[in-house]
């Protein structure tokens, strides 16, 4: 079966940092595009940023475009999130995705998410 | 894309049939447009891709179906488990979009 195991977020201050960990099993992790989706409280889905299996390829929402990057350890079955210059808005519950090909597209599998909270 | 979904919320019985709809402000190329089924407190659940193509293990009193710019979901008769918040996304073009949902409550 997928899993795929946030780890990472918790409390930061407005431009702070905070690098987030997704751990996955169950399936070739390098043949696939691995995303990150957020969710507010009480509020709707929201892409994040995505990366080919290779990681040759990233694509970023323009709300966290040169603040954020993805990136993916294919020995270790991990794709990272870091996070700099954070802002209250970044306040979210933030899910790993796993992609269906090895480009962006739908999230076929999904973490159970890691809450990041940026407050003073 | 703009993706917009109707209504916010529908309130219905167990046994009825649903139906969402989801509306993109520009064509979604190759109806490159997915449907995911989110419970509180859970991860969101892919049900359908490529407008209307289920995913594994989906049951098929689920079905998608549309093009261009109008899309649907329809839940032939609901189950108690049905009752959630379903998004849309489509994924034919960057920056990848999602609509803001339809509550499905019991009424």
């Known amino acids: 079966d997928v899993q795929l195991l946030e780890s990472g977020g918790g409390l930061v201050q407005p431009g702070g940092s905070l690098r987030l960990s997704c751990g996955a099993s169950?399936?070739?992790?390098?043949?696939?595009?691995m995303s990150w989706v957020r969710q507010a409280p009480g509020k709707g889905l929201e892409w994040v940023s995505s990366?080919?299996?290779?990681?040759?390829?990233?694509w970023y929402a323009d709300s966290v475009k040169g603040r954020f990057t993805i990136s993916r350890d294919n020995s270790r079955n991990t794709v990272y999130l870091q996070m700099n210059s954070l802002r209250a808005e970044d306040t979210a519950v933030y899910h790993c995705a796993k992609g269906s090909i090895d480009d962006y597209g739908e999230f076929e599998w999904w973490g159970q998410g890691m809450l990041v909270t940026v407050s003073s | 894309i703009v993706l917009t979904q109707s209504p916010a919320t529908l309130s219905l019985s167990p046994g009825e049939r649903a139906t969402l709809s989801c509306g993109a402000s520009q064509s979604v190329t190759n109806s490159y447009l997915a449907w995911y089924q989110q419970k509180p407190g859970l991860a969101p659940r892919l049900l359908i891709y490529?407008?209307?193509s289920r995913a594994t293990g989906i049951p098929d009193r689920f079905s998608g179906s549309g093009s261009g710019t109008d899309f649907t979901l329809t839940i032939s008769r609901l189950e108690p488990e049905d009752f959630a918040v379903y998004y849309c996304?489509?994924?034919?073009?960057?920056?990848?979009?999602f609509g803001g949902g339809t509550k499905v409550e019991i009424k």
């Open positions: 490529d407008a209307s």
């Open positions: 169950g399936f070739t992790f390098s043949y696939y595009a």
């Open positions: 990366l080919s299996g290779g990681g040759g390829s990233a």
């Open positions: 996304q489509q994924y034919g073009s960057l920056p990848l979009t």
